[in-house]
Nanobody, 122 residues
Framework: QVQLVESGGGWVQPGGSLRLSCAAS????????MAWYRQAPGKQRELVTR???????NYADSVKGRFTISRDNAKNTVYLQMNTLKPEDTAVYYC????????????????WGQGTQVTVSS
């Protein structure tokens, strides 16, 4: 069983920055691939970025060059540094533990945090 707890959301003006954290417990954290998803009002949940157990990363085109995912296996924590935020980044952000397939696709397991709200507006 994996428990995930996100923190670090809030309100920020366009162009600002936020750092989200996701603390994991109840598992050997390092064996999982980890991901951040987001869900805006009226939209489906979308994959923002993911980080494999070896530290390699992938990003959605909409956040490439602005967001950075990282992990600290000693602290059982994954981070999302978000810079140059835009109003369209407004969403509830969720942390997920999953696995990678042999073809490189990310498969989310049913381990989700409660979500943290990020609001970007002036």
């Amino acid at each position: 069983q994996v428990q995930l707890v996100e923190s670090g959301g809030g309100w920020v003006q366009p162009g600002g920055s936020l750092r989200l954290s996701c603390a994991a417990s109840g598992t050997i954290f390092s064996i999982y691939a980890m991901a951040w998803y987001r869900q805006a009002p009226g939209k489906q949940r979308e994959l923002v970025t993911r980080i494999r157990s070896d530290g390699s990363t992938n990003y959605a085109d909409s956040v490439k060059g602005r967001f950075t995912i990282s992990r600290d296996n000693a602290k059982n924590t994954v981070y999302l540094q978000m810079n140059t935020l835009k109003p369209e980044d407004t969403a509830v952000y969720y942390c997920n533990a999953g696995r990678d397939t042999s073809s490189g696709h990310y498969v989310p397991l049913n381990y989700w945090g409660q979500g943290t709200q990020v609001t970007v507006s002036s």
